[in-house]
């Protein structure tokens, strides 16, 4: 067997969504069980993404989940909250790396060294599998998401804000899972605090 070099790859998906977590991922590859196809998640059909997403699970040395939830980004930012997201995924390693690879230009709080690598997704074969599964969790997560919430058309965009998203909101109003700190549903509270303060005034 080659010699095992404990460096995780690691990714997060959900930066940009209105609705629900950032979903991070952190993958030790295995040298010996090489995964063919690897490449930026946003690049892959969703069918050859969950294809590779299996196969990274059975063949990679360790690979974890990591998250932050809606009311830990309104508190922290978006940044921050992807940061968290990143160290949990990293922490929550069965064997721990000595060296971790972050998709991007900042590192999170880590107990080992690490390296920001923009555009990492598309050139480091173990940032790629993290962005594939932090991927397919998260669009996992939407499509059950958007049983409990209907008429957003989670399922389709994921959370982020089309058109058909925004109009959504306007029609339904602010669900639970969307994020108060971002512009769009921010401006829409806004607007219903300032139409309640008027009917009281009346």
């Known amino acids: 067997m080659s010699e095992v070099i404990l460096v995780a790859g690691v990714d997060e998906v959900g930066r940009g969504p209105l609705a629900g977590p950032v979903v991070a991922a952190a993958v030790i590859l295995h040298p010996d069980r090489p995964i063919s196809g690897l490449a930026d998640s946003k690049k892959l059909t969703e069918k050859r993404r969950e294809h590779l997403a299996q196969e990274i699970k059975e063949k990679a040395l360790c ?37 971790a690879l972050i998709d991007g230009n900042r590192c999170p709080d880590l107990p080992c060294s690490a390296e920001a690598i923009v555009g990492g997704d598309a050139s480091e074969p173990a940032i790629s599998a993290a962005s594939i599964l932090a ?21 389709k965009h994921k959370g982020y804000p089309t058109k058909l998203h925004v109009e959504a909101l306007s029609e339904i109003g602010v669900s639970p899972i969307h994020r108060r ?8 509270l806004a607007g219903a605090e300032v139409s309640n303060t008027a009917s009281e005034r009346e």
């Open 63 to 99: 690979w974890a989940l990591g998250r932050a939830e809606v009311e830990e980004i309104d508190q922290l930012n978006i940044l921050h909250a992807s940061l968290l997201a990143m160290k949990r995924a990293v922490a929550s390693l069965s064997t721990q790396p000595v060296h």
């Open 135 to 155: 991927k397919v969790a998260r669009d996992w997560e939407m499509m059950q998401l958007d049983e409990r919430y209907p008429g957003y058309g989670l399922a």
């Open 181 to 188: 700190s971002f512009g769009p549903v921010k401006k829409l």
